[in-house]
């Protein structure tokens, strides 16, 4: 089993920066990749960006692209999500992912942190 602990979700104007983070507990001791995810009131829950088992490896929507990044550190087992400049339209719940590096499906997830854009 993996628990997987986000942070860092709260109200910020437009324009602003947050940073979140996901810290990963439990059978950690293989590789895994992580992804974040969000949803928005009345809308499914989409892609944001993932990030591979060394870091090498990173996408990101375009929704998003130049303006979140995504990052860890293996050492802290955490993952981290980097939000620049942003919107009202990235109001949502933020979920991390995560997925064994021999797998396509995410397996475990975080309970979710706020995000509030005010215009």
């Known amino acids: 089993q993996v628990q997987l602990v986000e942070s860092g979700g709260g109200l910020v104007q437009a324009g602003g920066s947050l940073r979140l983070s996901c810290a990963a507990s439990?059978?950690?001791?293989?590789?895994?990749?992580m992804g974040w995810f969000r949803q928005a009131p009345g809308k499914e829950r989409e892609f944001v960006a993932t990030?591979?088992?060394?870091?090498?490896?990173?996408y990101a929507a375009d929704s998003v692209k130049g303006r979140f990044t995504i990052s860890r550190d293996n050492a802290k087992n955490t993952v981290y999500l980097h939000m620049n400049s942003l919107k009202p339209e990235d109001t949502a719940v933020y979920y991390c992912?995560?997925?064994?590096?021999?797998?396509?499906?995410?397996?475990?997830w975080g309970q979710g942190t706020q995000v509030t854009v005010s215009s």
């Open positions: 990030i591979n088992w060394n870091g090498y490896s990173i």
């Open positions: 439990g059978r950690t001791f293989s590789t895994y990749h």
């Open positions: 992912a995560f997925r064994w590096s021999w797998s396509n499906e995410y397996e475990y």
